[in-house]
């Protein structure tokens, strides 16, 4: 929109470099042009703006295919005012001299133009194409003939319009066909997950075996080894025993042979001292027997007084030395 500018009776108007001014004064053109500036009258001037700069369009509309479906193509039309004169002449940019304000709607009429005209070439490609088809090749397809059939409408050129380029973002099919549609796929992607989760879980279940088999593996490696170690036990404990009892065989043994040895000894001893007592006895008795009886008397008497305990005094009374020395002298008579 143009800037106006309000001055003793008088108007400034300054332009945009993308809006294309003409200005009539008294049926005659007066300025014609891009970014203009200039001073007029209101009341003997007729302003026109035209935009000459690229605009986009988005549209949806609906159309159907050749099995009866209803699909929705969304688009966006990219185009120009290419004749800004011609333009003015075939549609109404007038502005308002005092507030630069259009008079009419210009771009709405063009919208619907371009809406119509896109949305007819569409629908002769969609009435031909299955639901399938539209679907998966309609896109490229609805592009190239709106393209090709709004840059073959006589009626963009007469009108000073020029298409720059043309998009499809989208053609999708009702809700309940679109759900329906897609129900095979998820059931396949729901098939290829659940194929997945089994596999996972078969991987899981044959992880989890080889782990129990390598822990019952490792139990009766552990018990194995186990039953090994009680019968080296075993085998050391009975080989203790029998160490045992044959040091303790020859450790008896040895006490029984010293045992032996020491009662020869002792024998031996007692037999060696009673020959020498029996030696010593019968050499006594033969010294004894070849003795006079009075001597051996005397040796008696000797021997017994060795015996006797210590005698301090003795008191002999008349009849016990009368009674001595009368055995004395009867002892002695026989061998005088």
Known sequence: MADIIKRFGWRHLRAAPTAHIRHHRSGQLTHDGPGLSFWFRPLAAALSEVPVDDRELAMTFHARTVDFQDVAVQATVTYRIADPGVAAERLDFSVDPDTGVWRGAPLEQLATLLTESAQQHALE???RTP??????EGV???RERVLQGLREEP???ATG???VAVRVMAVRPEPEVERALRTPARELIQQEADRATYERRAVAVERERAIAENELASQIELARREERLVEQRGANSRREAEEKAAADAVRVGAEAERAVRLAQAEAEGAR???EAR???QAAWLRVHGDVDVAVLRALTGTRLAENLPRIDSVTVSPDVLTGLLARLGAGQEPGA
């Open 140 to 142: 490229p397809a609805v």
């Open 161 to 163: 319009i020029e298409i």
């Open 125 to 127: 490609v969609l009435a």
């Open 278 to 280: 029996a030696q010593a």
């Open 131 to 136: 639901l399938a088809a539209a679907l998966a």
């Open 155 to 157: 009626r963009l050129p």
């Open 272 to 274: 060696a001292v009673g």
